[in-house]
């Protein structure tokens, strides 16, 4: 059974940094590529970030790049959050998920395994 669990989220002030975990567990890690996405009260999902299943490729959004850096160890099945600068539009539920298929996917329907999510909130 595949499991994605978050961790790292919390309460920030506004230009804070938080680093956000993704340990994953029942699929073969290093064969999907990994997202995150973050969705906020009354708004859809939203897609984050992107790293290709060996790492080479990161995919951002053009609103996040500079401040959101995706990394990731394939010998501990974890996925990495770095964000900086926060912002408290910022605040969301963060997910992880997993694409067992390669290239630039955002949406949340091309993935396959999710986490349960973590909350970041930005203060102001």
């Known amino acids: 059974q595949v499991q994605l669990v978050e961790s790292g989220g919390g309460l920030v002030q506004t230009g804070d940094s938080l680093r956000l975990s993704c340990a994953a567990s029942?699929?073969?890690?290093?064969?999907?590529?990994m997202g995150w996405f973050r969705q906020a009260p009354g708004k859809e999902r939203e897609f984050v970030i992107r790293?290709?299943?060996?790492?080479?490729?990161?995919y951002y959004t053009d609103s996040m790049q500079g401040r959101f850096t995706i990394s990731r160890d394939n010998a501990k099945n974890t996925v990495y959050l770095q964000m900086t600068n926060l912002k408290p539009e910022d605040t969301a539920v963060y997910f992880c998920?997993?694409?067992?298929?390669?290239?630039?996917?955002?949406?949340?329907?091309?993935?396959?395994?999710w986490g349960q999510g973590t909350q970041v909130t930005v203060s102001s």
């Open positions: 998920a997993a694409d067992k298929s390669p290239g630039y996917r955002t949406t949340p329907h091309s993935y396959d395994y």
């Open positions: 790293i290709s299943a060996g790492g080479q490729h990161k």
């Open positions: 029942g699929l073969i890690f290093s064969t999907h590529a």
